[in-house]
């Protein structure tokens, strides 16, 4: 069983920064992609940035410039540096990580961390 834990969230005023980890646990032969999606009250969950095994980032239009994500492969840990937040970045953000494991590849969800943003 593998779990993903965020941390990190918390509460900032406009112009503030956080950073978000996600710390892989369990049986994990390697993680392949990564990412991080965040859902706002009464919004779909959306994707935000994605990180390859080899550290090739992408990220939403929204957060770019903004958000820088990370990972460290030896510690199955991934971050996500959020910087100039803005109201609208408020929401829950969650780790998303696929995963090889000894019973096949599989797609793993964090419980997510709470990012509040005021004006």
């Known amino acids: 069983q593998v779990q993903l834990v965020e941390s990190g969230g918390g509460f900032v005023h406009t112009g503030g920064s956080l950073r978000l980890s996600c710390a892989a646990s369990?049986?994990?032969?390697?993680?392949?992609?990564m990412a991080w999606y965040r859902q706002a009250p009464g919004k779909q969950r959306e994707l935000v940035a994605h990180i390859t095994s080899g550290g090739s980032t992408n990220y939403s239009d929204s957060v770019k410039g903004r958000f820088t994500a990370s990972r460290e492969n030896a510690k199955n840990m991934a971050y996500l540096q959020l910087n100039s937040l803005k109201p609208e970045d408020t929401a829950v953000y969650y780790c998303?990580?696929?995963?090889?494991?000894?019973?096949?590849?599989?797609?793993?969800w964090g419980q997510g961390t709470q990012v509040t943003v005021s004006s």
């Open positions: 369990g049986t994990i032969f390697s993680i392949f992609n």
């Open positions: 998303n990580a696929k995963v090889q494991t000894m019973s096949g590849l599989y797609e793993y």
